[in-house]
């Protein structure tokens, strides 16, 4: 079993920027991909940006935020996402998840959120 934990969320005025983290705990295995993903009350949770690792690690980010968030691991147990030029429609609680490949047998895991809001 793997924990995750998030960090980093707070108030921003728009146009500004906010790095999140996350922490990941436990006997990690092979991590077949790991991401933020963000969620508005009454909406649906919603990729942000993922990292598959490799050799070449593969990128993926929401439309949305392309060119204003960047996805990056510090090591195997941190990941982050920069957000920058933040707009009130960025207002959500972001997730960290990570998919993980166990000796077969796929696990996906979640954090428990941190609140970004974006307001003046």
């Known amino acids: 079993q793997l924990r995750l934990v998030e960090s980093g969320g707070g108030l921003v005025q728009p146009g500004g920027s906010l790095g999140l983290s996350c922490e990941i705990s436990?006997?990690?295995?092979?991590?077949?991909?790991q991401g933020w993903y963000r969620q508005v009350p009454g909406k649906q949770r919603e990729l942000v940006a993922t990292i598959t690792p490799g050799h070449v690690p593969n990128y993926e980010y929401a439309a949305s935020v392309k060119g204003r968030f960047a996805i990056s691991r510090g090591n195997q147990r941190t990941m982050y996402l920069q957000m920058n030029i933040l707009e009130p429609e960025d207002t959500a609680k972001y997730y960290c998840?990570?998919?993980?490949?166990?000796?077969?047998?796929?696990?996906?895991?979640w954090g428990q959120g941190t609140l970004v809001t974006v307001s003046a």
């Open positions: 998840n990570v998919r993980e490949d166990r000796l077969g047998v796929q696990q996906e895991y």
């Open positions: 436990g006997n990690i295995y092979t991590i077949v991909k």
